[in-house]
């Protein structure tokens, strides 16, 4: 999607707000792989997992590729800010792209999310270390799903990404918000884009 000055319109990460309930098909996840290495992007941490986990959409299946995280949220949920933000990166039948991301706020501390850093730091300090993590240990849970359509949100910001963003919210506590940004070198959040009139479903909403 382009618009008439040939910059990309479809954009993310975007202020959720103004969705639509919607009967779509909310994401049936089955998450059963182990990681298999953690790579280092431009500085960004991600985990990468072997096959055997998938998300279905309907009859279409897309398998879980990798997780990575930002400090702070990238996404607000009508104009409310959050202080990380996990993504699920996983690939159709297609190669088309899509992502469930899951925000985060100051509070309790989150099991999951300690052994995801505690990992990442044993990955870094023996070169080539395999983490010890289940995608199944971290499948994201939530009474909903905000659905659009947008991009990815680091380079090269590709266009058409499926996104869904958990309507449950996580906390972590203000010592997990500072490894995570610290293994990631600090704050990498992509600023909020131009929502350009896209429609926002919520989809599996429980009211």
Known sequence: MTTATGLASGQSPIDVTDWVASQ????????G??????????????????????????????RLLQLHWH???EHTIAAAEFDAELHF????????????????????????????IDQTLAAAEEDGAVPSLSAADHAPQSDGFYHYTGSLTAAPFSEPVQWYLARTTGTLSHRQFD????????????????????????VGCAG
């Open 89 to 116: 990166v996983h690939i159709g039948q297609h190669d088309e792209l899509l992502v469930v991301g899951v925000v985060y706020r100051l509070g309790d501390s989150d099991e999951g999310l300690q052994r995801i």
């Open 179 to 202: 490894q995570l940004q610290s293994l990631t070198g600090g704050p990498n959040a992509r600023p909020l884009q131009d929502r350009n009139e896209r429609t926002i479903l919520c």
């Open 71 to 73: 400090t702070p949220a």
């Open 33 to 62: 792989s182990d990681a298999n290495r953690v790579e280092r992007v431009h500085g960004l941490p991600i985990i990468h997992f072997n096959r055997g986990s998938e998300l279905s959409l309907g009859h279409d299946r897309f």
């Open 24 to 31: 779509e098909a909310a994401p049936r996840i089955a998450y």
